[in-house]
């Protein structure tokens, strides 16, 4: 009999991060709400109207559930080559067509720039290197609460504490491994289809895919499509306890577009959650 730890388990054993590292890695950065392609994004999909005129947290809530509905999640569709709202979009209502989560995440992540939040769009990973699966959310700053909030467009999702207070992703993956309340909201669900519970989303799913967590470190309109000459800069956050230790930056140019991906290592949660 072999034992197989459970996701939580593992995510346990990579609590833990050195928040005195301070090998470098470029600042993020935001694009401004008054940039062409973001005001054009803004006026054709009418974001004021979807956004509405209550608060920011509710604005960003009403963003996301426009994303879930808007395009269908459909995590086996290969992604086009243009890679921005307006042209993912369109595609989906032309060829009826699904995306994957990275891509409504990065819908997502534009209409929030559009509407002048920062905002950048997560990859959460597992512990091994090579996975088959791995999710991709948002994380977007309200003024209001003064942190980071937790948006997840494919699955229509945020995180709240016993008390209802909204999550970032930081807390809720501290909180899952103290074993601490988790709240989801009841309209959580795949395609409007499927309804999602606490256990399903956080316990069974998230937990495996919060090991590892890799964002843009420019979080701007188009920046997933790739062009030649193009530099495409990523950071992780990885725990003590990650695989991938070194090297601290590395460096990648694909063959196939000629784009140059660029990632970097820290260990420090304070730096790649800053304010």
């Known amino acids: ?5 459970s996701h939580l388990d593992i995510l346990r054993k990579g609590k ?17 709400s008054q940039n062409q392609d973001l005001q054009r994004l ?20 009403n963003l996301m559930h426009f ?5 269908r999640y459909d995590g086996s569709s290969i992604n086009p080559t243009l ?11 032309k060829e009826n067509r699904g995306l994957n989560c990275r891509m409504m995440a990065v819908i997502l992540n534009e209409c929030y720039l559009a509407m002048d939040f920062k905002s950048r769009y997560v990859t959460c990973m597992p512990r091994d290197l090579k996975f088959d699966d791995c999710h991709v959310i948002n994380m977007v700053y309200s003024d209001q609460l003064k942190k980071w909030i937790w948006m997840d467009p494919t699955f229509d ?3 709240m504490d016993e008390k209802g207070n909204l999550l970032g992703i930081e807390e809720v993956r501290e909180r899952l491994i103290a074993n601490k309340p988790l709240i989801i909201n009841p309209n959580t669900n795949w395609n409007n289809e499927q ?30 499509t790739p062009e030649e000459g193009k530099v495409i800069e990523y950071v992780e956050l990885l725990p003590l306890d990650g695989l991938n230790q070194s090297p601290q930056k590395s460096e990648e140019i694909f063959k196939d577009t000629k784009t140059k991906h660029v990632r970097y290592i820290t260990n420090n949660p304070k730096l790649f959650y800053e304010r």
């Open 42 to 61: 803004r006026k054709e999909l009418k974001l004021d109207s979807v956004a509405g005129k209550g608060s920011d947290v509710s604005k960003m809530i």
């Open 67 to 71: 994303v879930h509905n808007i395009v």
């Open 83 to 93: 890679k921005n709202s307006i042209d993912l979009i369109n595609i989906c209502k």
């Open 1 to 5: 009999v072999e034992y197989k730890p």
């Open 157 to 159: 999702a945020f995180v």
């Open 16 to 32: 833990d991060y050195n928040e005195k590292d301070f090998r470098f890695f470029p600042k993020f950065s935001y694009q401004s």
């Open 195 to 224: 309804t999602y519970t606490k256990e399903m989303y956080l316990d069974m799913y998230m937990a495996k895919n919060l090991y590892r967590l890799e964002s843009p470190i420019e979080s701007v309109y188009n920046r997933e």
